[in-house]
């Protein structure tokens, strides 16, 4: 059943990579800087880089177990951390252009390969864990530029103002722009070939991780409001998926 053309499905043309550029800088600007209409959670902004790459259903995939582990992490002032919105932005990327795409038989529900689908998910959390530390300095640089500003207090210039303002979106921008195209260099050149390199049993375990997020994202949401006895289910849930893995069930 097709919904939709593949119209990124195995294209690395420039056009395709440039249009996947430009969704991951609407994704960057969206969280820090530009209306923050949340358009750069996971599950919505797999959804869209899915439906640009002909696969919403691989961008839901994806996008769901980690907008559940998620939930909490809303882009309000600084509380929210990690780059998600890129990350989620290449993982899908790198499984449409690559051809890994994950398209479930809808009578069943069954997705082709869960490890491989839990090897993409746990590279698009890497990523934004690792973003994290850019997204402060990019903070930082511009925190430094706006500096600049006091000068305003003075003389009641705006348009100093609006022109720090239109660099520090564009600094965003380049960000999200240029980190997509190296995370799709990294996924699709070194994290997705690794994958067949791997053991059976980290294949099953692999495959649990898509099952046991959603739980971690209540269990993180019970741990936020301080129901801490929450871990203690989520590692009892985790042991269980790992025997279970052991077992070859």
Not at 186 to 208: E, F, R, T, V
Request: glycine share 12%; net charge neutral; aromatic share 8%.
């Amino acid at each position: 059943m097709v919904l939709f053309p593949a119209a990124l499905i195995g294209d690395t043309s420039l056009l395709s990579l440039g249009v996947l550029g430009l969704v991951a800088a609407f994704a960057a600007i969206d969280d820090v800087s530009v209306g923050q209409t949340w358009f750069g959670q996971p599950l919505v902004i797999a959804l869209i880089t899915g439906f640009f790459c002909g696969d919403p259903l691989t961008g839901l995939a994806i996008g769901l177990p980690l907008q559940l582990v998620l939930a909490g992490n809303l882009p309000v002032g600084q509380t929210f951390t990690g780059d998600s919105g890129v990350a989620l932005t290449a993982a899908v990327a790198a499984a449409c252009l690559s051809g890994r795409v994950f398209v479930p038989d809808l009578e069943q529900v069954v997705f082709a390969d869960l490890g491989l689908l839990g090897w993409i998910i746990l590279a698009a959390g890497i990523l934004s864990a690792l973003g994290h530390p850019i997204i402060q300095a990019e903070r930082k640089a511009n925190g430094l530029l706006m500096l600049k500003g006091h000068k305003t207090l003075r003389d009641g210039s705006l348009v100093r103002m609006e022109a720090i303002h239109v660099r520090c979106l564009a600094t965003t921008f380049g960000r999200g722009f240029v980190l997509v195209l190296l995370y799709l260099l990294l996924l699709m050149k070194l994290w997705l070939p690794a994958y067949a390199y791997l053991p059976d049993k980290i294949h099953q375990a692999l495959g649990m991780l898509p099952l046991l997020l959603p739980g971690l994202g209540v269990g993180t949401m019970i741990d936020r409001y301080g129901l801490r006895t929450g871990w203690a289910w989520l590692l009892a849930g985790l042991l269980i998926m790992l025997a279970l893995a052991a077992l070859g069930v």
